[in-house]
T-cell receptor, first 115, second 111 residues
Framework: GAVVSQHPSRVICKSGTSVKIECRSL??????MFWYRQFPKQSLMLMAT?????????EQGVEKDKFLINHASLTLSTLTVTSAHPEDSSFYIC???????????FGPGTRLTVL | QKEVEQDPGPLSVPEGAIVSLNCTYS??????FMWYRQYSRKGPELLMY????GNKEDGRFTAQVDKSSKYISLFIRDSQPSDSATYLC???????????FGTGTSLTVIP
């Protein structure tokens, strides 16, 4: 149980384009989803927390207009990187949790490369 | 001061060794403590979840929490090459609330 999927697993795009990453909880309803980014050999950096049906809460320094988060249902959250630039290249990981769950359950991550 | 401190390593041990991984923290409100294992280019997977102080054992893994010292540990017995990964500690004050992660310790178990 507690499986979280992400799609796509890898994406390469040109600078200036927008990229959408999906995060799905496959076998449970996620009341809260988190989005992280991770640079090589560094730890997870929380970008935002989203609860179903409400606006995401962004961490300090994360541009909400650049990283659009939508948590439209209890099993799906999306992260859209708008007008991506090479410095946005990173590993983006989502996680999900629900009431009564022990810990957060992570997706496999999406590697974004912006040329 | 960071909320959670973790030695990034890298740590290299021979197969069969006992591995000790540690984190310290500053926020006395933390009461949920977790250890995650992350293989290269993969998402973290939950290894151990403990609440408050004490020990928890699961197979070759033992998690210890000492809230008085604000110190948590993960022990791996009879380490295997497949244990080679980055281990992240995480903690939170309230169930389902924001987690605070350590930087991760890179472990290599040499056959």
């Amino acid at each position: 149980g507690a499986v979280v999927s992400q799609h796509p697993s890898r994406v390469i795009c040109k600078s200036g384009t927008s990229v959408k990453i999906e995060c799905r909880s496959l076998d449970f309803q996620a009341t809260t989803m988190f989005w992280y980014r991770q640079f090589p050999k560094q730890s997870l950096m929380l970008m935002a927390t989203s609860n179903e049906g409400s606006k995401a809460t962004y961490e300090q320094g994360v541009e909400k207009d650049k990283f659009l988060i939508n948590h439209a249902s209890l099993t799906l959250s999306t992260l859209t990187v708008t007008s991506a630039h090479p410095e946005d290249s990173s590993f983006y990981i989502c996680s999900a949790t629900t009431s009564g769950a022990r810990g957060q359950f992570f997706g496999p991550g999406t590697r974004l490369t912006v040329l | 001061q960071k909320e959670v401190e973790q030695d990034p390593g890298p740590l290299s041990v021979p197969e069969g060794a006992i591995v000790s991984l540690n984190c310290t923290y500053s926020n006395s409100a933390f009461q949920y403590f977790m250890w995650y294992r992350q293989y290269s280019r993969k998402g973290p997977e939950l290894l151990m979840y403990t609440y408050s102080s004490g020990n928890k054992e699961d197979g070759r893994f033992t998690a210890q929490v000492d809230k008085s010292s604000k110190y948590i540990s993960l022990f791996i017995r009879d380490s295997q090459p497949s244990d080679s990964a980055t281990y992240l500690c995480a903690m939170s004050a309230y169930h389902g609330n924001q987690f605070y992660f350590g930087t991760g310790t890179s472990l290599t178990v040499i056959p």
